[in-house]
């Protein structure tokens, strides 16, 4: 069970609870330790991908651009390395969004809030700027001093000079997110000599307050009441998924090491294994306390794993009276019975179910991706006139043609009728009298063609609606069919 955030019932006026929650500043202590280590290799390899990416270079050929990794806006066309997603292929980016939640899924039953503590972007800004304050103001107690300081003009400096250097990481961070939505070198040096388009200075400006506010300010208030994230995941989370637990079994009854001497000393019954420190709270990034059950506000980051290890190292007992541990196995441990074997709390129903929908939908994606056609066709049909009855008796309709070459090169491609013997087609640059059964033409690389088709129907065409095909064929066998109508009046041909 995930208890609520405690600080939600704390205010009151009378007897009345307040709905609004006044923020309690969290001022986390530098703690070192794997858990500590790992985080600050995450936040690198996150920091790093995110700025590298959009400087990364594809060759495309000369008809497509040379950025790895371009949401295209311009053109409507999303770039990732090897694979050129068109609007009309949107479904593979949806896929994609879907495999990522039930990749979120997989991972939330599988080792909890891992995202959460590690790889959120919230997280890893939140890190960066508690970082980026003891660097200026110093560990926890130096950063409690100075808040709690009246404002005089040392303490205003102070704060100009950090709130300056979040709002350049803000810039260099959030503001950095541009280059993925055109070519990164020549945004950069049209952005520094203002001519950039003014959307990317917008952009720039709203990303940079917003990373600078929710970084600096806001922190675990994210987590905690803007993320619907952590509500999905308490729903998620059952006795068999990996949290970071308290062992209330060991740890209680607490006591400082004093009150654990003197117990000895004169008999009382032995105090558990938590001295009662407060190291484990006082590293949190969300300042909450663990030993009082897993809640909405523990990102899993690990941290008071790190600090309690520490402390337990100190006294000389065994590690881990703070861990990641799934509440059956801390149940278990509690009895005296050894853990659930590592797989068996892996490979059960629920994460066997998740990861085959998630493997299934990638396998799905990629088979459409390997099988997809790079020539397509679509056509819609005049609806007014319907129809146009010529002079000579003959009857003709008007097409909309949309043909689509996807290969960054120019391909010769011949569109023709099927399943109507006898039509002629034209466009409106041909004269009708150059009508033929089959039209052959250049798409260029990279580019939709639009075309105004006229069909001309047989002498003799059965009055109403005849359904034909509309085919598009290259050299090398690509090709791509629509199914259309033609129609004629009542009575023609009779
Ligand atoms: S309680 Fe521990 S794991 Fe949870 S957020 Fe705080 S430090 Fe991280
Ligand atoms: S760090 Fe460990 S010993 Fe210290 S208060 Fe927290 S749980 Fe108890």
């Not at 609004?20 to 790093?48: E, S």
């Not at 990481?169 to 950069?188: E, R």
């Not at 011949?414 to 034209?426: E, K, N, P, Q, Y």
């Amino acid at each position: 069970m995930i208890a609520t955030d405690p600080r939600l019932a704390e205010p009151t006026h009378g007897d009345t609870p307040q709905l609004y929650a006044k923020r309690v500043p969290v001022f986390p202590r530098k703690i070192d330790g794997p858990f500590r280590r790992f985080k600050w290799a995450v936040m690198v390899a996150c920091l790093a991908v995110y700025w590298v990416t959009p400087w990364l270079r594809w060759n495309r050929g000369a008809f497509a651009p040379d950025q790895a990794v371009l949401v295209d806006l311009a053109h409507r066309r999303f770039y990732m390395f090897a694979i050129e997603i068109w609007p009309h292929e949107f479904y593979f980016v949806a896929g994609l969004l879907i495999m990522a939640g039930i990749g979120l899924f997989l991972v939330t039953s599988v080792v909890g809030r891992a995202w959460c503590g590690y790889a959120c972007p919230q997280t890893v800004w939140t890190d960066l700027y508690q970082h980026i304050d003891r660097l200026i103001d110093g560990d926890r107690n130096a950063q409690l001093r100075l808040h709690n300081a009246p404002w005089t003009g040392s303490k205003l400096a102070r704060r100009l000079l950090k709130w300056s250097v979040w709002l350049v990481v803000a810039f260099m961070t959030g503001g950095a997110w541009i280059f993925y939505f055109a070519d990164a070198p020549t945004l950069q040096r049209q952005f520094w000599t203002g001519v950039a388009d003014p959307v990317a200075y917008i952009t720039v400006g709203l990303l940079t307050l917003t990373t600078f506010v929710l970084g600096g300010f806001m922190r675990e208030q994210v987590c905690i009441y803007m993320c619907p994230w952590p509500r999905i995941q308490s729903a998620m989370l059952d006795e068999k998924s990996l949290l970071v637990t308290y062992k209330h079994w060991r740890g209680e009854p607490r006591g400082s090491l004093k009150t654990a001497h003197r117990h000895l000393e004169t008999g009382l019954a032995a105090v558990g294994d938590c001295i009662d420190c407060h190291q484990c709270q006082a590293v949190c990034p969300t300042g909450i306390d663990i030993r009082d059950g897993a809640q909405i506000g523990c990102i899993t980051c690990g941290l008071c794993i790190d600090a309690c290890d520490k402390a337990m190292a100190q006294i000389g007992r065994p590690r881990g009276l703070i861990d990641y541990c799934t509440l059956e196995d801390s149940a278990r441990e509690a009895r005296g019975q050894a853990d659930t074997p590592v797989l068996k709390t892996i490979l059960r129903p629920r994460t066997l179910i998740y990861f085959g929908v998630w493997a299934a939908i990638g396998m799905g994606l990629l088979f459409m991706l390997g099988t997809r056609t790079r020539l397509t066709l679509s056509v819609a049909k005049d609806r007014n006139p319907d129809y146009v009855q010529l002079s000579g008796g003959a009857v003709r309709d008007g097409f909309t043609v949309k043909l689509r070459n996807m290969e960054d090169r120019p391909r010769r491609v011949t569109v023709a009728t099927a399943g109507i013997s006898g039509a002629r087609i034209f466009t409106d640059d041909m004269d009708d009298h150059a009508a033929r059964g089959a039209l052959a033409m250049v798409v260029p690389a990279d580019t939709t063609l639009r075309l105004r088709l006229y069909l001309l129907g047989p002498k003799g065409a059965k009055p109403g609606a005849v359904l034909f095909q509309l085919k598009a064929t290259d050299r090398e066998g690509g090709q791509d069919q629509v199914r259309s109508t033609f129609s004629t009046p009542e009575g023609n041909g009779q």
